[in-house]
Structure formats: structure tokens, C-alpha cells
């Protein structure tokens, strides 16, 4: 039995938006025609503990990747409707007359999108668009990718910035859904020395003199702010943050109907469902520091994709 794999990362940015000679435009999307992710793990889980991510229970049930092709990766927005974007693996060995109610998935940090932002707002900023390209790589996990005001899209390799999860917050999270208040990116502005709090820089505006705030040099001595937050994941139950020496990051689904198996001659499909549209994000960037021309820019992000599950025999 094939399994339809189909899966999402949900990014909730928080940028703080503008000192001085820096200015970070609205947020604006623009929908991706590739769309890689690389799962390394999928559990089904009777539950799972709401501090940790772990599942719990004595049936966890981890899947077997047989999925190889393009170095394990899936494009989820390079099928159409209702078409099988990859086999992750076999479902045939789910035990019997246990009901899980949790997806629990291990993600490589790293997915590889292709697309163009519009400007649309154009209200501190003159460029037209924001594409991926190829080209553009990132240091290391704090710092954003840049896509490109010029040119056509290609795909890029874009890295999820370091950033608290809800092993660092769980505001009035639960099991049933996401944290439903947005408060650990004042927490993390006010003092950055909390956990899983950690500040992110853009290459250009570095290079150019830009100062990023660090929490040690607060308005009005910073030129720009930037963090990520990854406490409350829409779609999702539960998010892990993420560090500069993580590889993968983990997200926790909710079924959408809790599932037990009941036939052992029929293998369990499981359906990944998804919908790409506005799920590449970009910022358009002003910058004017003193004694030097002013210059755009554009940083580039993994967007909010919709996603369900659902297993049925």
C-alpha cells in the first residue's frame, strides 16, 4: 500500500520592524512551484508529552523510509490535485486495535523552494519583486536568506532560522491545538538571554553597516531587529525551536480523526493533504546609513502552507 506523503512546515516570523536608516517593508507572499522538504522521521503517536514533543505510550509506531528518490526529497507543489506527490513508506505493519491520535515529524532544516514575491505595498520600498535563486546560501542557521530583486526564479536552499519552539513556551497550548497567543517574541526582545531566544542577521545589510539587534544594543542604538518564532505553529499542535547546531526540526500534527486499525489484511492509507498557495514569504528592505547610499534588498522565507491528515483503511 502506497502512502501519500504530503507535508507542511509552519513559520511564524516576527520581525521588529524598523529603527533609523533600516526599513523592513510588510511581509508579502507569493506562491512557490517547487516546494522540496526532506522528512528523516514520521511516528504515529497515542499521545505525546506537550514539554518535550516526545510521544508517548507503548505503541509508538515509527515508519520505514523507502522513499530514495531525489536524495529522499518530496516536492509537494509539483503535483496536481487529488495526485500522489511521493511514497514515504509501507503502512502495512501499523499494529491492530490501537487508536493514534498525533503525527509526530522529524524534518531536515533545509528546504529547497522556487517562486516570486510581488511588492505590492511599495510604501518605503521601490523594487518590483523578490526571487529565489539558487545562488544564495546561507552562513549558517541565524542568518536569513536573500533572494534576488532582479532576474528570473531558480530554486533555492532555504534554512529555517534559529528561534524558541514550544520546548521553550507553551503559553496556553494544549494537545487539542497551538499556542493561540504570540508572546515569547516580546519575551526574547526584552531579554535575549531566555531560553531558545536568538537574533538573526541579513548578509547585505551587514555588509553594508548595518547593526542587528543582538539584545545588547536596543533602540535607538540598533539600525534593525530579527527573530524567528517557532511557539506557535497554525496547522500544527506543537513545534521544537531551533539552534544553530540543529539539523531538523520537529512538528506535531493532530489527526484529523483519531485512527485504529481493525483489519490486518488491509494496509492503512494515510493522506497528506496540502495547499502551497502564498507559501514563500519575502521582505522588502530599505536601508539609507549615513555617508553611504541607499540600497534594497530582499530577505526570503518558507511560508505557511495549509496541511490535514487523515488514515482511513
Not at 533555492?156 to 494544549?174: C, H, M, R, V, Y
Not at 491545538?177 to 516580546?186: E, H, R
Not at 526540526?249 to 492503512?268: G, H, Q
Request: hydrophobic residues 30%.
Amino acid at each position: 500500500m502506497k502512502m501519500l506523503f504530503k507535508i507542511v512546515l509552519i513559520l511564524y516570523w516576527v520581525t521588529l520592524p524598523v529603527f533609523a536608516q533600516v526599513i523592513f517593508e510588510n511581509q508579502q507572499s507569493g506562491t512557490p512551484t517547487v516546494f522540496k522538504v526532506k522528512p528523516t522521521d514520521m511516528k504515529l503517536c497515542e499521545d505525546f508529552d506537550l514539554t518535550t514533543g516526545e510521544c508517548s505510550g507503548d505503541n509508538v509506531f515509527t515508519f520505514l523510509k523507502t522513499m530514495t528518490a531525489d536524495n529522499g526529497r518530496c516536492d509537494i507543489a509539483g503535483v496536481t490535485e487529488n495526485s500522489i506527490a511521493c511514497n514515504y513508506g509501507p503502512t502495512s505493519n501499523i499494529p491492530l486495535n490501537v487508536t493514534y491520535s498525533y503525527s509526530r515529524i522529524t524534518l531536515d532544516r533545509t528546504m529547497w523552494l522556487k517562486g516570486t514575491v510581488n511588492n505590492v505595498t511599495k510604501q518605503f520600498t521601490s523594487s518590483d519583486s523578490c526571487h529565489t535563486n539558487s545562488a544564495n546560501t546561507q552562513a549558517d542557521g541565524s542568518i536569513a536568506s536573500e533572494g534576488s530583486l532582479t532576474g528570473s526564479p531558480t530554486t533555492q536552499a532555504i534554512k529555517f532560522t534559529n528561534g524558541p519552539g514550544n520546548e521553550d513556551f507553551l503559553g496556553n497550548g494544549s494537545k487539542s491545538s497551538a499556542n493561540t497567543i504570540d508572546t515569547y517574541g516580546n519575551t526574547c526582545y526584552n531579554d535575549s538571554s531566555n531560553q531558545g531566544c536568538a537574533w538573526g542577521s541579513v548578509t547585505t545589510l551587514d555588509t553594508y553597516g548595518s547593526t542587528v539587534f543582538d539584545g545588547t544594543n536596543p533602540y535607538p542604538a540598533s539600525d534593525y531587529s530579527f527573530t524567528a518564532n517557532y511557539t506557535t505553529p497554525p496547522g500544527g499542535v506543537w513545534q521544537s525551536g531551533l539552534s544553530t547546531n540543529d539539523d531538523t526540526l520537529v512538528i506535531i500534527y493532530k489527526l484529523t480523526t483519531p485512527f485504529t486499525r481493525t483489519n490486518s489484511d488491509i494496509a492503512p492509507l494515510i493522506t497528506m493533504s496540502f495547499d502551497v498557495t502564498d507559501a514563500l514569504d519575502a521582505q522588502f528592505i530599505y536601508a539609507n546609513e549615513a555617508g553611504s547610499d541607499p540600497i534594497e534588498a530582499c530577505s526570503i522565507y518558507i511560508g505557511n502552507p495549509g496541511v490535514s491528515i487523515t488514515i482511513s483503511e
